[in-house]
Structures are given as structure tokens and as C-alpha cells.
């Protein structure tokens, strides 16, 4: 079993910059990918960026050039990953997930309580 645990929502003025991380624990050692989701009311949750445990990743276009995702691997029990989003928008206000998969494909095995990113115009 993985647990995530996201910090560093928060308000940010349009053109900001926050930068949310995710602290994996549990079997880390499992993991094979780690990624961010985002949600607003109304809407499906989608793939901001996802990150595999050889480096690739892969954002979503809108945020492409604006958000960075890394991971630090501090022991085989623990991984963190970062979401650094600069040049925020009032459009990427959402409730942002952590994420992660044992797979080397397919859909996300464990996801985080979600935090609030607010963004103001």
C-alpha cells in the first residue's frame, strides 16, 4: 500500500507561481509512476503531468512550458514529487491530486486527498 499526502495549495495571483509536492510512503518502492490531476466542479479530472521512474514525462498541453513535474527518491520507502507552476492562469484553479501506479502503463492505483489551488484574476 502507497499513501500520498499533497501540501502547498494555496491563493496565487494570476501570473504566480506555487509549487505543490507529494509525499509518497508506504511500499514507494513499488512505484512506478507519479503524476498531478486536476479537477473543477463540472468537469472530468484530468492529467496535468505525469512523471515515470525513468525520468519521462508529460504534460498537459495547456500547462506545457508553465509547469514542472520532478521526483526526489529519498529511500526505497519514500518519494516525493513536485509540481512547480509558474505563470499561473485563473484556468488552472482546480483541486490538484497526487497520483501514483505500480504498472508501467495504465491507470493511476493510488491517489491523494486533493488540495485547492485558487487562482485570482
Known amino acids: 500500500q502507497v499513501q500520498l499526502v499533497e501540501s502547498g495549495g494555496g491563493l496565487v495571483q494570476a501570473g504566480g507561481s506555487l509549487r505543490l509536492s507529494c509525499v509518497a510512503s508506504?511500499?514507494?518502492?513499488?512505484?512506478?509512476?507519479m503524476g498531478w490531476y486536476r479537477q473543477v466542479p463540472g468537469k472530468q479530472r484530468e492529467l496535468v503531468a505525469d512523471?515515470?521512474?525513468?525520468?519521462?514525462?508529460?504534460?498537459?498541453d495547456s500547462v506545457q512550458g508553465r509547469f514542472t513535474i520532478s521526483v526526489v527518491s529519498r529511500d526505497n520507502a519514500k518519494n516525493t514529487v513536485h509540481l512547480e507552476m509558474n505563470s499561473l492562469k485563473p484556468e488552472d484553479a482546480a483541486v490538484y491530486y497526487c497520483?501514483?501506479?505500480?504498472?508501467?502503463?495504465?491507470?493511476?492505483?493510488?491517489w491523494g486527498k486533493g488540495i485547492l489551488v485558487t487562482v485570482s484574476s
Open positions: 512523471i515515470t521512474s525513468d525520468g519521462s514525462t508529460n504534460y498537459l
Open positions: 497520483a501514483a501506479r505500480e504498472r508501467a502503463t495504465g491507470g493511476m492505483d493510488y
Open positions: 508506504g511500499s514507494a518502492f513499488s512505484i512506478r509512476a
